[in-house]
Nanobody
Framework: QVQLVESGGGLVQAGGSLRLSCAAS????????MGWFRQAPGKEREFVGS????????YIADSVKGRFTISRDNAENTVYLQMNSLRPEDTAIYYC??????????????????WGQGTQVTVSS
């Protein structure tokens, strides 16, 4: 019943921008910390960013800090990932996640409760 559905992935040239969306249903959205993770071929899944329940605090991985921004719209049950200055090494499947742990930083909140199906982002050189 709970669904996290990502959209907005695709192919983009290096230096370009892309905005990912994750629409949630079947849960009380405002009670969940939301985040984004990514997994490149042959690599482990890594944290990209997360945002607090109110949207007042956000956390961004050092590898994408200054280029990526996470935001949420609780009225629309949607979390976004704005990706600018994309690089080929950003190529990965990007996953939306929802968690109820005590920390708004999903790196420290244990395993998220729910995951989306993922959306492919490919950055060409």
């Amino acid at each position: 019943q709970v669904q996290l559905v990502e959209s907005g992935g695709g192919l983009v040239q290096a230096g370009g921008s892309l905005r990912l969306s994750c629409a949630a249903s079947g849960l009380t959205f405002s009670t969940y910390v939301m985040g984004w993770f990514r997994q490149a071929p042959g690599k482990e899944r890594e944290f990209v960013g997360s945002i607090s329940r109110t949207g007042g605090e956000s956390y961004i991985a050092d590898s994408v800090k200054g280029r990526f921004t996470i935001s949420r719209d609780n009225a629309e049950n949607t979390v976004y990932l704005q990706m600018n200055s994309l690089r080929p090494e950003d190529t990965a499947i990007y996953y939306c996640a929802a968690g109820t742990g005590g920390s708004s930083d999903l790196r420290n909140a244990g395993s998220p409760n729910y995951w989306g199906q993922g959306t492919q982002v490919t950055v060409s050189s």
